[in-house]
């Protein structure tokens, strides 16, 4: 008896597994979308730098001159480019998880002739960039691999699943890159939420290609204007 159900659960567990897919790659994509949109870096003023300094809520800092966001990753974590000690932008962390970033024109700027005191303040109480054990630090990292599991699900799944209707498997390998992670939300809701109909016209390679740099420059637009009309505290970036 016992054999029997273990057979039974042995074929009935790819159809377990297709079923609960869906709500597991969901699950996981909303739990990077808050630990990502918690994390990412915000614009702030040097009068918030300040603050922060005078109440001791900054853990971790590291002058730069911009941010290593280049990676065509969707799940890349923005990092300062490289340690510049005469950068214009301060970056900090603070002690709930979040990162904020300023312009101050460097630690040399006019009228001050030698190194700032907020810069010998920010040496003497707070640690440098990447320090062990910082929360900001752990909340990006977390965002980042939460992602990389995103894209090895997807990957594994569009590779060795079933053959996809809408397009090609090359199709949503494009279209899974768009930032986000809007590709792989799209996959899930058409070939495995709602899959589509067997005679399906099936987009091609390249096509999915065009979606991604079309659907990538409509996104940037749209989180600009998102940003501009409700701030860099709501729509970071």
Known sequence: MTSQRVRSLGRRLPALTAAGLPWAL????????????????????????????????????????????????WGHVPEPRYPADQGGIV????????????YDGGPHSWPE??????????TATAQAWRADGAPAHRVSDAAALTAVAIGLIWLFVLVNGRPPCVGTRWYWFWVGLLPFGVGVLAW??????????????????WWGFGVLILGGIGLSVLVAGLRALLGGTVVPG
């Not at 970056?91 to 300023?102: D, E, F, M, S, V």
């Not at 899930?188 to 390679?205: D, F, I, K, T």
Request: aromatic share 10%; hydrophobic share 45%.
């Open 26 to 73: 969901l699950l996981l994509w909303l739990l990077w979308a808050a630990l990502a949109w918690w994390s990412a870096p915000r614009e702030v003023s040097v009068d918030e730098l300040d603050r922060d300094l005078a109440a001791g809520r900054v853990v971790t800092f590291q002058r730069t001159d911009g941010w290593d966001d280049d990676s065509a990753l």
């Open 91 to 102: 970056a900090w962390t603070l002690p709930n998880g979040q990162i904020r970033y300023t």
């Open 113 to 122: 002739p030698g190194p700032s005191a907020r810069d010998a303040r920010l």
């Open 188 to 205: 899930v809701h058409r070939e495995r939420r709602r899959p589509a109909a067997e005679r399906a016209a099936r987009h091609s390679g």
